[in-house]
């Protein structure tokens, strides 16, 4: 009870004080359903709210002549109108007799008829002491209009905190009807009538009130008399409001699903409970899209984290981390996953304990579960269930109670939110690396005269999906196409535009272009998709039997050439040429004599930058790191990449994705080629069979001959059949595979045609095509080439 003084007015004089009373909150249609039970109502009529929701009021609330005979129905109907108040004898009450006082309002507004009843228990009041008031059985409950005491609006301004959860709207509205019926006071005597204050739970305000002593003088204001209950109240609510903040705090430091779970669980044990076990959905965890439709009874759960506080390893092996089940309908967790609502069971009883066990075969959780408080929370976002959570307390530490179904959907909601974030950036983690994967070739390490090995590192600041990119492609005559390029920008746009220009160079170079022609197409393609289509381009040919590079650049960071003679590496001398995409530029093919062993070292901007530094110096460190021997080509890679990290200052991550290429040059040796020209006669088919043949001999493999022969015979004949000089030039090479090239000087390329039994030719190449591995055409400066492979044995190195 709070004592304020008023300000003087006929029917509050200055004996009179506020209320400050605990006051249960209830609501019930026309009909006598309960449809608000608040926790004041469960302490007054000794009634939990999820037992009385949907009940009789007649029977929750027996108050004997409440609301006039016969009973609590006709109370309701008969209140249509105007408020009333009165006090009566509950069986189930409060202090002495059981007495409880009570105000009923009729709400009138959108909706079906309600009606909103204020109830406390006599024993709550702490009255003045005055000669009038020492027996509470002479306070009543009353009605008075809000202007008949003073600060009644203040008053009346706290009602909302009080009422069923609603909005601003609906709340305003109950308010000025409960102002307008009558605003709910205690009659302590014919003279004494004190509004009521409701005591909801929360710190009260020290009310000081000037006095002035007999001088007129002003005393120091004093403190109102602290109510222990209040404070007590007070501090729970503070407490769950500073561990609700705290979790907060904790949760959501990192995108990564993993941890993020690991923090969630970390955070509610012990304080909150003693066994926090969390289970999530599978395209959660797979770092797919939403789940789609809602959970059912075949609906897997994953057990991502147990947390708890019991002996070490007691629950490892009865409920392990990973597994994944569904829940039958009968369980607190399908209703919690179905619902989206907290479930609270105070006590899991032995007949709960044994539906929830019979879940996991041949192991005993009964003893882990029986007789402990659980409490079932929802993690969800944007309405959809992602998870839940199960929190257990032992049997000797306090059961949940509402206040914890309120503090748990709270956490998990803030929970939720973070695991949603997490799962959508793994998603779209997932998402990128994919595109990413998809977008860079499949590079065998080991080509014809040459040995490769790559590295891709996504941006870590920018994004994992980038526009850089490297790919080798196998041309006729053992040779390899080595590129690396860079899309100026970042994200998926950068990295569709990539793949289109990427496919674009694999096609021209299949073509056996020469390097500057292929970036000249490549700028005339980049001009045609769009004017944002901006790329720097290294091309490069590698000629394992001319011991040679053919390069050209489009605005491209130049390559390093590692020497084997002398290990000294050197930035190659190439005209630049511009971006493709530009347009009007000219580009240059530059001839670069190699030797066996030499490396090449191609790279993205994105390796070699020093923040606020000139690139020269990234440069100068690639050139320092290539030069570095290495074990292996893979070994040589990583080297490059630490040491260029260490330089540019990138060991807390890159600002851009890099693309790496490196080349060992190992040519083909004189040995393993042999070349001959024939004149252009009917005898040409079997004097390449016979050289052929021979050559294979001297080389060991007599046992490749009689395909070889045969495949050299169809190709030679076709060639002298439609060249035109005197002559036809055949050469062999022997490496992984026997590679055999025919050259005339006829520039149409042969087709693969559909062979009739009318049809007189066609018949060769299809031959080809059947006993070759490979086999292709090729347009060269004097006419064409006509090339096959044929597996051979692995050569003992």
């Not at 204001?221 to 705090?249: I, K, Q």
């Not at 059961?399 to 950036?425: I, Q, S």
């Not at 056996?512 to 292929?518: F, I, S, W, Y």
């Not at 790191?625 to 540019?648: F, N, Q």
Request: glycine share 10%; charged share 25%; hydrophobic share 40%.
């Amino acid at each position: 009870m709070e004592h304020e003084q008023p300000r003087g007015h006929p029917e509050f004089p200055v004996s009179a004080v506020t209320g400050r009373i605990p006051l249960a909150v209830v609501v019930a249609d026309a009909h006598g359903a309960i449809s608000h039970w608040s926790a004041g109502a469960v302490r007054l009529f000794g009634c939990g709210r999820e037992q009385a929701l949907g009940a009789r009021a007649s029977e929750l609330m027996p108050v004997g002549g409440a609301f006039g005979d016969p009973g609590w129905d006709a109370g309701v109907r008969g209140a249509a109108s105007y408020a009333t108040s009165g006090r009566a004898r509950t069986s189930g009450g409060e202090g002495p007799g059981g007495d409880v006082l009570w105000w009923a309002y009729p709400l009138v507004g959108p909706g079906p008829e309600r009606l909103l009843v204020l109830a406390t228990g006599a024993a709550a009041l702490s009255l003045p002491d005055s000669a009038e008031a020492q027996d509470n059985e002479r306070v009543m409950p009353a009605l008075a209009l809000h202007t008949d005491f003073p600060g009644s609006r203040e008053l009346a301004a706290r009602l909302p905190e009080i009422l069923p959860s609603m909005s601003p709207q609906e709340s305003t509205r109950i308010v000025s009807q409960v102002l307008e019926l009558g605003y709910p006071v205690l009659e302590i005597s014919r003279h004494h009538r004190v509004p009521v204050t409701p005591d909801w739970g929360v710190p009260r305000r020290v009310e000081r009130r000037a006095r002035r002593s007999a001088d007129g003088s002003a005393e120091r204001p004093a403190p109102a008399a602290a109510d222990p209950e209040t404070d007590l109240e007070y501090a729970a609510v503070r407490e769950r409001l500073e561990f609700l903040n705290e979790v907060s705090g904790r949760i959501g430091t990192s995108l990564d699903l993993a941890a993020t779970i690991q923090e969630v669980s970390e955070a509610v044990v012990p304080r909150f409970t003693d066994v926090a076990g969390t289970y999530l959905r599978e395209q959660v965890i797979a770092g797919e899209g939403f789940p789609d439709g809602p959970p059912d009874a075949t609906t897997l759960w994953h057990r991502v984290a147990v947390e708890h506080n019991d002996e070490p390893g007691r629950w490892d092996d009865v409920v392990p981390v990973g597994e994944s089940m569904p829940f039958p309908v009968h369980t607190p967790f399908f209703q919690c996953m179905t619902s989206g609502e907290p479930v609270l069971v105070p006590r899991i009883s032995e007949e709960m304990g044994n539906a929830i066990a019979a879940q996991f075969e041949k192991r005993d959780i009964r003893p882990l579960i029986n007789h402990r408080s659980m409490l079932v929370v929802p993690l969800k976002a944007r309405q959809v269930v992602l998870g839940f959570m199960i929190l257990l307390r032992r049997r000797e530490r306090a059961e949940f109670n509402d206040m914890d179904r309120v503090t748990g959907a709270e956490l998990a909601a803030r929970a939720g939110l973070v695991l949603d974030n997490a799962r959508m950036y793994t998603y779209q983690e997932n998402v990128a690396d994919t595109l990413q994967d998809s977008m860079l070739p499949r590079i065998a390490p080991r080509m014809a005269g040459c040995d490769t090995a790559t590295r891709y590192l996504p941006g870590t600041r920018l994004g994992r999906v980038g526009g850089d990119w490297f790919d080798t492609v196998q041309l006729p005559g053992s040779r390899t196409a080595l590129v690396v390029g860079d899309v100026m920008g970042h994200g998926l746009n950068s990295a569709a535009m990539m793949g289109q220009l990427r496919t674009a160079v694999q096609t021209m170079a299949g073509l056996d272009m020469e390097p500057a022609q292929l970036l000249r197409n490549l700028d005339d393609l980049a001009q045609r998709l769009g004017e944002n289509y901006l790329a720097t381009c290294l091309y490069a040919v590698y000629d394992p039997v001319e011991s040679r590079l053919l390069i050209a650049n489009a605005g491209h960071i130049p390559p390093v050439l590692v020497r084997a003679a002398d290990g000294g590496s050197e930035l190659l001398d190439l005209p630049t040429g511009a971006p493709v995409g530009v347009g009007g530029v000219a580009f240059e093919t530059a001839v670069v004599p190699v030797a066996p062993g030499d490396r090449l070292v191609m790279c993205t901007d994105g390796l070699v930058e020093v923040r606020g530094q000139d690139i020269g110096a990234g440069l100068a460190a690639l050139c320092e790191s290539a030069a570095h021997p290495a074990a292996s080509m893979d070994d040589a890679c990583d080297t490059v990449i630490r040491s260029l990290a260490a330089a540019t200052g990138d060991q807390d991550g890159r600002k851009d994705d890099v693309a790496l290429l490196m080349a060992r040059l190992n040519g083909i040796p004189e040995d393993d080629v042999a070349r001959w020209e024939l004149d252009l006669e009917p005898q040409a088919a079997g004097r390449a069979r016979r050289l052929v043949r021979e050559r294979l001999a001297a080389w060991g493999l007599a046992a490749e001959s009689d395909t070889a022969e045969l495949l050299v015979s169809e190709v030679v004949t076709n060639a002298v059949q439609h060249a035109h000089s005197r002559r036809v030039e055949v050469r062999l090479v022997r490496t992984d595979a026997l590679l055999c090239e025919v050259f005339d000087d006829d520039h149409e390329l042969p087709q693969l045609l559909h062979v009739s039994g009318l049809r007189p030719s066609g018949r060769g190449l299809r031959v080809v095509s059947r006993l070759a591995r490979r086999w292709g055409t090729s347009r060269t400066a004097r006419g064409k080439t006509v090339w096959w492979e044929q597996a051979l044995p692995r050569r003992p190195r």
